[in-house]
Structure formats: C-alpha cells, structure tokens
C-alpha cells in the first residue's frame, strides 16, 4: 500500500539584516522553525541575498556600516515594492524609524525587543502580504476563469447558467430567465444579447413594474400625437427601438392581463400598432423577461395568462441564490472592493479571514445586490487597509436575525439606519467638526456632505 504523499507547507523566507552577530543569532534561532531565515552582517550582503533569492520580509538594522538602514531600504522597495520591511532600532533612533515608514517600511521594534512582540509582529505582516498576494492572483483568476461577460462565478450552478447562455444566445428563441431578487437577472440577459447575432443592435431594458398601468401601453408600443389626453407629440416605443435587437422585459410578472394580451399577439404576430395610429408595424425583436414570482402560482390564480408564459418560457434560465453558491462570495466580494477602490480612489488591499468567513457563512436575502451594497458602503467608510469583522454590520457577525420579520424595515432602510448612526457617532466623536468626522470615516469631506443629504442626518 503506498503512502500518502504529505503537502510541503511552503514557509515564508525572512532576511535579517544586522553587524551585531549576537542579534543575527538570536533572531535566526527564534525564527527558524517556522521560517526559512538567511542573514546578513552589512548592506552589501544584504542587497546581494535579495537579488538571488525570494524573500519576503526584512528585519532591518537602521544603523549599519558602509551603507545605513535607510538607503537599504530604498534600494530594497526599488528592487520589488512588495517586499515588505520591519525597521530594527535603538530608542535614540525611533525618529529615523518613523521616517523609514514614511518611506515604505511597515513598521518599526526597539532594540532589546520582546521576543512575543517580535513574533506577534512577524506574524501579522506575513499574513498581510500572503492577504495582498492571494486578492492579486483572484483578480488574475476573476479575469481570466471566472467571469463570463460581467458574470463572475467559479460554482457549479453558476456554471451551468453560463453554459446555457452560450448554447442559446444564437437562436432567436425567447428566454424566460427566473430567480430572486438581486441574483443578477439582468446580467444575464445582456450577456444572450452581446453572445447573440443581434449584439451590434440594440440591448433595451423595461421594468415592468416601473411603469403605471395606464402607461405601459404607450412605453412599449408608443402612441400618436393626440390619442389621448397629454399626448402632446408622437412616441417610439420600446419595441421599435429595440428593433433588430433585444427587449427585456423585468418584472414580466407584474404586468397587468390586458397588456399580456397585447403582448402575446405582438410576439405571435411580430407587429405591433402604436395606440391611434390605427394600421400595424411590423417588428424584428428578440423578447427576453424576468421574474422573481412563480408564474405558475400566477396562473392557477388568473393572474397570468398561460400562453403568454409558454410563449416567453421557450428557454427557461433559473439563476440560484447567493445562499446556494456560496463559493462564489469570495470570488464577488474582492471583484466588487476591486471595484469600488477605483471608483472612490482607495487603497483597501483586501478583507481578513474572519470578516470573509462571515461573508461566506450570511444567508444574503437580497443576494448579489445586498452583497454589492455592503462592499461599497465598507470601502467608502473604511480607513484601514484591510476590511475586518469589527467593520461588518451586526446582523453579517450573527448578532441579529438574518431575515427580519414582516414587522421590520425593509433592507434598503435598515441599511440607511446603518450608514446614519455610524456617521452620527462620528461625528459626535469629531465634536461636530466635518473635517475631522470625514477624516475617522475614511472619507472626504465632500462626500461626508453628500451622504449627510441623502440620508436626512441634522
């Protein structure tokens, strides 16, 4: 029977760099069992190890012959950035350590150093780097294996979605596409289009439950000038602009049954008659719709009609909640702080461990959506380079219900609640100065302004 072969954990390789020979041995004896540690005695040694060999952290003597701490350094984060660099120094010293890390060093430990403290910090700056590796090579993998036009996904289910995608979206067979809110049922509609024959020709987008019922009529078939009262000029509709290329119509549940009717004879008879015109126009248009009812509930309660749904489910697409693809709320939550960083000019180089297994273990109600919303409110709130549990809200780190009863708030409203009494204390910490409130949040001021408007705070 052969054995099984054990995984090599690879250890990170650490540099230290100090003349003291009795401080390069204490060091190396206290960090060899965990890293592969090499040594050097002066700058010129130094600089020659690191442009041989990987190394991923430097315990860095400030004061060294020939050549000191402070100009190693800059030829150290020269040869590679992401090396990253713990400064070794004396008390009398500690001014030229705090430059050091003005300068790109982490951080800075005195000499005689406490052996947990040394450890503790070792420990935290290897976490950060493998952190800041690990979200560098998911978005190299998000771009290259995991998105499927704006989709991203890795799981099995979502797999399969996009697998129907590519098999139908040269057809010209309507697509039915079912599932919650917030799971991305437009995406996916847009995706058909841009794979499809039509995709140099118009993609256009009604929300059907938008749109008042004495409206709908006119948004998508259009009217004439006069036909009714208010109808000042003439109207193109939505299948007319659509025309040559895709209508999706969301909602499709909520449209009321005269315009079902309506609707059914435009995709039967592929014309349509803008209200007073009196005389058909002939219509070359791919319908897609959404819903996030059960149609079929709908139809055995005369709600919906069932050709209508025969007709619209020719190809039927079920996209699965969040809940039930939590594999890719990892892959979702990096791709939107990616997102959001370039939207607001931060620098957020990643989400810890606990704060992602939380993400990863929430039920997300409201799906992709809420997941999105969460993320951009964490990047425009937070200051920290890294997102940890402490910055989730209470219900994510379980300390409130994951879905609130029919009595409570909605989730657009409690997250507003949310953002409100977080700026509140903020600003209530800042002693009422804006600057400095925007200053705690992480935020500018203007943007502190902003959200202040939005959500009503005095």
């Known amino acids: 029977m052969k054995r099984k072969k054990k995984t090599k954990i690879k250890k990170a390789n650490i540099l ?14 206290l960090l060899r069992d965990s890293y592969n540690v090499r040594l050097a005695k002066s700058g010129k040694e130094a600089i020659s190890i690191i442009k041989d060999h990987p190394i991923d952290l430097v315990l860095l003597d400030i004061r060294l012959p020939e ?5 190693i350094l800059k030829i150290i984060k020269g040869h590679d950035e992401n090396i990253e660099v713990i400064m070794v120094t004396a008390v009398i010293m500690v001014k030229q350590a705090v430059e050091a890390i003005r300068m790109g060093a982490y ?52 797999r399969e ?96 049954l005269p315009m079902q009717a309506k609707l059914l004879r435009a995709i039967q008879e592929k014309e349509i008659e803008r209200i007073g015109a009196g005389y058909p126009t002939p219509i070359d248009v791919r319908i897609i719709s959404a819903t996030n009812s059960d149609l079929r509930a709908a139809i055995k309660k005369y709600k919906f009609r069932e050709d209508l749904y025969y007709r619209l ?3 039927p697409v079920h996209l699965p909640p969040l809940r039930e693809r939590r594999e890719d709320i990892h892959l979702l939550a990096n791709h939107f702080l990616h997102k959001f960083n370039r939207k607001f000019g931060k620098e957020i180089k990643g989400i810890k461990k606990d704060a992602m297994q939380m993400l990863e273990n929430y039920d997300w109600p409201g799906n992709i959506r809420e997941l999105e919303n969460l993320i951009e409110r964490l990047a425009v709130l937070s200051k920290a380079d890294h997102i940890g549990s402490d910055r989730l809200p209470p219900e994510i780190k379980g300390e409130l219900p994951c879905r609130p009863d029919s009595s409570e708030t909605n989730l657009e409203e409690a997250v507003q609640k949310f953002e409100a009494d977080f700026i509140r204390q903020a600003i209530k910490k800042a002693g009422g100065k804006k600057g400095k409130a925007a200053e705690i949040l992480g935020i500018h001021r203007n943007t502190l302004l902003q959200l202040e408007k939005k959500l009503n705070i005095e």
Do not use: W
């Open 16 to 29: 230290v760099v100090d003349d003291e020979k009795s401080m390069r041995d204490s060091m190396h004896m």
């Open 161 to 256: 979605v996009f697998k129907i995608i590519d098999d139908v979206a040269r057809s010209n067979a309507t697509v039915l596409i079912s599932g919650e809110s917030g799971t991305g049922k437009e995406l996916v509609a847009r995706a058909i289009h841009n794979r499809s024959p039509r995709k140099d020709k118009l993609f256009v987008a009604v929300n059907c439950a938008a749109i008042p019922e004495n409206l709908l009529e006119s948004e998508l078939f259009g009217h004439e000038r006069g036909s009714f009262t208010g109808a000042h000029e003439r109207q193109i509709g939505k299948f007319e602009i659509a025309n040559g290329g895709t209508l999706f119509l969301d909602e499709i549940g909520s449209m009321p």
């Open 67 to 71: 050549i000191d701490g402070i100009e």
């Open 107 to 158: 951080d800075y430990i005195t000499k005689p150093f406490d052996i947990d403290a040394l450890q503790e910090q070792v420990e935290k700056v290897l976490e950060k780097r493998t952190l800041m590796q690990e979200n560098s090579l998911l978005r190299l993998m998000i771009e290259k294996d995991y998105q499927f036009e704006k989709i991203i996904g890795k799981s099995k289910e979502i």
């Open 313 to 315: 489910n020719v190809i």
